[in-house]
């Protein structure tokens, strides 16, 4: 275990540290190679841990790193409490969590808890027959009388969400890959044993957790068929177009209301740690109403994520209004995780088509919503996604829509730390998926060096958060538009700051409320009003005051 005397973290005396906090997502497999084998590590992240306080962010989001086959890349697991070998070891673990902390930054590891891999020894067992120990620690059920599955039910992935096993004559659920059965959450022994496993990781001094699907945890016990969907209901948001899963209304496969029962479990256990959580909701029609009923109160989850700003089309006033005042709605005492990009998604620099001064708006546009942020690996040097040859593909989402759809390979390419080779500073070796060249005049070295590159832009933003309070944990109006302009205000009891954004091509015109203001954000081009009672926003630009008195 660690020995955290040193540490600059202490979680129980700052339960709400997550409130507003700006959490980095880490790829492991594409962040640094330390060893030469061509594929990241955690050795790899120790080493490039003092690049990301350097950015001024508060903690870390680690994708899965546990053993596992890898048919899914570390989001099918097949021992919950051990690091796969290309990773490392338990030992880098604990010497990971320790020089994040001394750092000042808070380790969130990606728990998937919804599936293991076909090959961990849970399902090895489960499988065997229908009377063994572990009979019921998974989805299994008799095929209709014709022998077809027992529901309707749809995997993302492609095909149905049923696969037929010899051994017990029975169908085991999986709503990702056939190698990523699906657990039972109606067995108490399954839920004792994903507690378990998340004190393992707190008690090495892991800060919280990353929750994959975690709305696909619990599944109908009746095993009822899904509607299908209008096709005005239809939507990309988390699964491509071209996939058949987006045709049914998922009543039953997902969103169980016993799955709450579940989460007030779990946040018990991470209460004792001042550990916090940041779930990932996957519905495309009820996702902002899911995230508030997970995060509502103070025995839930602390944040989630929907999938609003990770859409493919970019993001306007009239949208932006919308999507906040639905969170007002019905998730007003919940508590978002905004995203624009992370390794599932299109990068937004390329899905949403950014110029240099869009991307910087939208940059200071997260930092200044109300709600936590998760940045994603390689965003903050503005990285467009990565051209991935059909050969070079190894993201089994793309190889099985290809072409319409190309997987998630394009966000996943390695980290760019210098452009002097072709791997960019990440390994010595053939990389696991091959550097995009155009990433290499973006690479951290090259930014450093130019005062006027993005990456100076986003630590600027962040430390705008860091040093106002109302941009954190604060409150807020309503966000309010104006032609392309947004606005909304946010406040303590101690500061007030109004934030407009020009979200267009043209400049704009736009009255400011009553009061005296100073603007708190020329360093990042906001615009700076002085003495007037109106502002011209020039085309991308952000206007930014604090009131004063």
């Known amino acids: 275990m660690n020995d955290l005397s040193a540490s600059k973290i202490d979680n129980v005396a700052n339960p709400d540290w ?3 906090a700006v959490i980095y997502q880490i790829y492991p497999r594409s962040y640094q190679d330390s060893n030469g084998d061509g594929i990241g590590d955690l050795g790899g992240i120790i080493s490039r841990l003092p690049y990301i306080a350097s950015l001024g962010v508060d903690a870390i989001w680690i994708s899965p790193f546990f053993k596992s086959p890898m048919k899914d890349f570390g989001y099918d697991v097949s021992d919950y409490c051990d690091v796969d070998p290309m990773f490392g070891t338990l030992a880098d673990f604990d010497s990971l969590i320790a020089t994040a902390h001394n750092l000042g930054l808070r380790v969130m590891i990606d728990l998937v808890l919804s599936h293991t891999s076909d090959q961990h020894a849970w399902f090895a067992e489960s499988r065997v027959n229908k009377i063994n120990a572990k009979a019921d620690w998974y989805v299994w059920a008799d095929p209709q009388p014709d022998g077809t599955p027992p529901t309707n039910w749809l995997s993302i992935f492609g095909g149905p969400a049923w696969t037929w096993d010899t051994r017990r004559e029975q169908y085991y659920l999986h709503n990702f890959l056939t190698s990523q059965p699906d657990l039972n959450f109606h067995c108490e022994a399954v839920q004792e044993a994903l507690l378990d496993v998340a004190r393992f990781w707190l008690e090495r001094g892991c800060d919280g957790f990353r929750l994959d699907t975690i709305n696909f945890y619990v599944h109908d016990a009746q095993l009822r068929n899904n509607p299908p969907l209008p096709d005005d209901q239809r939507n990309a948001t988390i699964a491509p177009s071209v996939n058949p899963y987006n045709h049914q209304e998922h009543l039953y496969d997902k969103n169980q209301p016993e799955n709450l029962a579940f989460l007030r479990k779990l ?17 495309a029609q ?3 109403e899911i995230m508030g009923e997970y995060t509502a109160g103070d025995d839930l989850m602390q ?9 493919n089309d970019q993001p306007n006033a009239d949208y932006i209004t919308d999507v906040m005042a639905r969170v007002d ?17 299109k990068r937004h620099m390329s899905r949403w088509e950014l110029s240099a001064e869009a991307a910087r708006m939208f940059t200071t546009l997260i930092m200044c919503l109300r709600g936590s942020v998760c940045l994603y690996q390689g965003e903050e040097l503005g990285l467009p996604e990565a051209d ?18 190309k997987g998630r ?11 002097s080779n072709q791997n960019g500073g990440f390994s010595e070796a053939k990389p696991w998926l091959p550097v995009e060249a155009g990433h290499l005049a973006l690479s951290a070295q090259s930014q450093e060096d130019d005062p006027s590159a993005l990456i100076h832009h986003y630590r600027r933003a962040i430390a705008l958060r860091a040093a106002h309070p109302a941009l954190a944990p604060g409150a807020h109006d ?10 909304f205000t946010r406040s303590t009891a101690d500061e007030t700051l109004f934030c407009a954004f020009n979200l267009s091509n043209a400049p704009s015109e736009l009255s400011l409320p009553t009061g005296q203001w100073r603007s708190v954000a020329t360093d990042l081009g906001g615009a700076d009003p002085g003495l007037a009672r109106q502002v011209t926003l020039a085309p991308w630009q952000v206007c930014i005051l604090h009131k004063e008195g």
């Not at 991935?388 to 759809?405: R, S």
């Open 478 to 487: 309503a966000v309010q538009k104006a032609g392309d302009v947004i606005y």
């Open 286 to 288: 009820r996702g902002l």
């Open 267 to 283: 946040r018990a256990v991470m209460a004792s740690y001042g550990a916090a959580a940041v779930g990932e909701v996957g519905d």
């Open 409 to 419: 390979d394009g966000c996943r390419t390695p980290m760019v730390w210098e452009p």
């Open 329 to 345: 709605e019905v998730a007003g005492d919940g508590w978002a995780c905004w995203a624009f990009s992370n390794h599932d998604v």
């Open 18 to 20: 997550w409130r507003g």
């Open 303 to 311: 944040m989630c994520y929907a999938f609003e700003f990770l859409a």
């Open 388 to 405: 991935v040859a059909y050969e070079d593909l190894q993201d089994p989402y793309g190889i099985t829509f290809w072409p319409e759809f």
